[in-house]
Nanobody, 123 residues
Framework: QVQLVESGGGLVQAGGSLRLSCAAS????????VGWFRQTPGKEREFVGG????????YYVDSVRGRFTISRDNAKNTVWMQMNSLKPEDTAVYYC????????????????WGQGTQVTVSL
C-alpha cells in the first residue's frame, strides 16, 4: 500500500510558477512510476506527465512540454512537478498517481492516487 499526498497548489497569475509535491509513504516508493494528472469540472481526468521509477525518463503531454518539469528523489519519497509560464487553461485539480509498472497516460493503469491539489491561474 502506498499513500500519496499532493501539496503546493494555489492561486497564481498567468506567467507565474508553482511547484507541486507528491509525498509518498508506505511500501517502497522507489519501485513505482508516477504520473501527474489534472481535472477540471465536467471533464475527464487527463494525463499531464510522468516519471519512471528512477527518474531517468520523463514524459509530458504537448501542452505542457517545455513549461513543466517532473523530478523525483526516492530517498525523500517525493516527486515534484515544477510548473512555469502558467496559463489560465492550466487551472485544474492536480493529482499524482503511482503504479508498479511504467508510466502510462491511462488513469486505469494506476494503483494509488493522492487527494489532489487545486491550481488556479488568473489572467
Amino acid at each position: 500500500q502506498v499513500q500519496l499526498v499532493e501539496s503546493g497548489g494555489g492561486l497564481v497569475q498567468a506567467g507565474g510558477s508553482l511547484r507541486l509535491s507528491c509525498a509518498a509513504s508506505g511500501r517502497s516508493f522507489s519501485i513505482y512510476a508516477v504520473g501527474w494528472f489534472r481535472q477540471t469540472p465536467g471533464k475527464e481526468r487527463e494525463f499531464v506527465g510522468g516519471t519512471s521509477w528512477n527518474g531517468a525518463t520523463t514524459y509530458y503531454v504537448d501542452s505542457v512540454r517545455g513549461r513543466f518539469t517532473i523530478s523525483r528523489d526516492n530517498a525523500k519519497n517525493t516527486v515534484w512537478m515544477q510548473m512555469n509560464s502558467l496559463k489560465p487553461e492550466d487551472t485544474a485539480v492536480y493529482y499524482c498517481a503511482a503504479n508498479g509498472r511504467m508510466v502510462s497516460s491511462e488513469r486505469t493503469d494506476y494503483d494509488y492516487w493522492g487527494q489532489g491539489t487545486q491550481v488556479t491561474v488568473s489572467l
